[in-house]
């Protein structure tokens, strides 16, 4: 069975530019969350979503946003980018929101901004 | 305000030897802990995990430790074999609340063979 996977793999981008990352869950996953990984730090949580609805979100400004479609799969958005925003960003899933349950993550994202 | 920390950003051990990762946290609503192990250009796998009730989980070669009044937890992987070389991040959550994963810097893991 296919695991999670993200795309693009890598990415460059320019200060004030727009991204879109994208995430396809395990097949009958509901859930996806989205964190970005610093170098040098673990992943820090961005997003929850569950049945296209927010469920929860981290410390991170309003230039990030996400959501998700009716096959599940979601998108994470990041408008103007800042040089600050260079990360491995990772995308989870889970099969709901039940409290035991285990996050899968992808292979995740890299993006620079430069 | 790191909320969970793994003060050993490094641990080298001889293969066969036991490795010990060290994980502690600060909030006392956390109540379910998980370990992961990332390799380079992949995303992080999920290793054990264990909720406050316990305090030992077992599962094969690796089995994580829970002491709730130190705030700690630990992660032995017996015998360590050159493979198990990877980045270790201990994560936590509460079970009530938010579903969100906090984790710690990581520790990298060098199993010498």
């Known amino acids: 069975d296919a695991g999670v996977t993200q795309s693009p793999t890598h990415l460059i981008k320019t200060r004030g530019q727009q991204v879109t990352l994208r995430c396809s869950p395990i097949?009958?996953?509901?859930?996806v969350s989205w964190y970005q990984q610093v170098l040098g730090q673990g992943p820090q949580f961005i997003f929850q979503?569950?049945?296209?609805?927010?469920?929860g979100r981290g410390n991170f400004p309003d230039r990030f946003s996400a959501r998700q479609f009716p096959n599940y799969s979601s998108e994470l958005n990041v408008n103007a980018l800042l040089l600050g925003d260079s990360a491995l960003y990772l995308c989870?899933?889970?099969?709901?929101?039940?409290?035991?349950?285990?996050?899968?993550f992808g292979p995740g994202t890299r993006l620079l901004v430069l | 305000d790191q909320q969970v920390k793994q003060n050993s950003p490094s641990l080298s051990v001889q293969e066969g030897r036991i490795s010990i990762l060290n994980c502690d946290y600060t909030?006392?609503?956390?109540?379910?802990f998980l370990w992961y192990k990332k390799y380079p250009a992949e995303g992080p796998t999920f290793l054990i995990s264990?909720?406050?009730?316990?305090d030992k989980n077992e599962d094969g070669r690796f089995t994580v430790f829970l002491n709730k009044s130190a705030k700690h937890l630990s992660l032995h992987i017996v015998p360590s074999q050159p493979g198990d070389s990877a980045v270790y991040f201990c994560?936590?959550?509460?079970?009530?609340?938010?579903?969100?994963?906090?984790f710690g810097s990581g520790t990298r893991l060098q199993v010498q063979p």
């Open positions: 909030n006392s609503m956390f109540d379910y």
């Open positions: 097949s009958g996953h509901k859930s």
């Open positions: 979503y569950y049945e296209k609805e927010e469920r």
């Open positions: 264990i909720s406050s009730i316990k």
């Open positions: 994560a936590a959550r509460s079970m009530t609340g938010r579903r969100a994963l906090t």
């Open positions: 989870a899933s889970s099969p709901g929101l039940a409290a035991q349950e285990t996050q899968y």
